[in-house]
């Protein structure tokens, strides 16, 4: 079976508990299948984005007895690739450019309608405000959104999740996309591309036939399969996990420095010690 699993955080805070499930679990599962794990840096966000960071990771990581597969890929050297799947998506007339804050969407969306969600996993649902403004009129501090009322998919499109909360197939449609998450952002202003366009290119750059990844993700999962449609991208399997959670329940966060791996690591903790801590 061809296997291509991947890891792929932001440096942008130390790498926590969470963190070393995820990397740890996608690791020896390619490593059980006898396929292939590689390690991404999504460095998309230049404002955040460390090399210190960066560099924890690989130290972490090695720490904790991963090695991966060939050279890292580094979001920061592909914004060209980003580029020219906007250029592709505007050229078929499905993007357009966006300036609502936050505060306009909330208005826009006036009177809360009693079973219809209003929050999508990129927060607030999107009701289309900037849909008639054309890619010409595009500003400095705009985002770009694609225009699901202009997108079509020529066939049933779904994809296949094996975590156990979601297991089985889970179709994807415009009307679903319309209803939970409204346009997706394509584009953030100040960033070559918003994470869900990123990730879709950097996983068929790389060749991954699954990500597995937390549990936290599982709704973006509709976007991206949307998207990989949308720039004729081969679709992927995806495992969601669940998540790490405090002793409290609250899902671990980068500030929650108390869980880095580098403090357990200075404090004499042990790779098995981090192994049995996330339940592997
Ligand atoms: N970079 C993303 C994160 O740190 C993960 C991307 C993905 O697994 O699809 O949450």
Redesign the pocket.
């Known amino acids: 079976m061809n296997f291509v699993t ?1 890891f ?3 440096p942008t805070g130390p790498l926590h508990l969470g963190h070393a499930f995820s990397a740890l679990l996608a690791h020896d599962t390619a490593r059980a299948v006898g396929g292939q794990f590689l390690l991404r840096i ?1 460095d998309l966000d230049q404002t955040r984005a460390r090399s210190t960071w960066e560099d924890l990771i690989y130290e972490d990581l090695e720490w904790l007895g991963i090695r991966w597969h060939g050279p890292v890929r580094k979001q920061s050297n592909h914004f060209e690739d980003y580029q020219d799947a906007i250029n592709n998506l505007a050229n078929k007339g499905l993007i357009y450019p966006c300036r609502c804050k936050r505060r306009d969407i909330e208005v826009a969306l006036d009177a809360p309608q009693e079973g219809v969600p209003r929050f999508g996993p990129d927060g607030l649902i999107y009701p289309g405000t900037c849909r008639n403004r054309s890619m010409q009129d595009r500003q400095s501090g705009d985002a770009l959104r694609l225009d699901l009322s202009k997108a079509t998919l020529v066939e049933p499109l779904a994809f296949t999740e094996t975590g156990q909360a979601h297991l089985g197939t889970h179709h994807v449609t415009i009307d679903h996309l319309q209803t939970h998450v409204g346009d997706p952002v394509i584009a953030r202003s100040g960033m070559a591309a918003s ?1 869900h366009l990123a ?1 879709v290119i950097d ?1 068929a750059a790389s060749g991954i036939t699954h ?1 597995i ?2 549990e936290d ?1 599982f709704d ?1 999962s509709y976007i ?1 399969r949307f998207l990989q449609a949308q720039l004729n991208l081969p679709p992927i399997e995806y495992h969601h996990h669940p998540l790490v959670r405090d002793d409290n329940g609250k899902r671990l966060a980068k500030r929650d420095d108390a869980r880095a791996i580098s403090n357990y690591r200075a404090d004499g903790a042990t790779p098995d010690y981090i192994r049995k801590m996330v339940g592997l």
């Open positions: 991947r792929a955080p932001s999504d994470y990730v996983d990500a990844r937390g993700l973006a991206q």
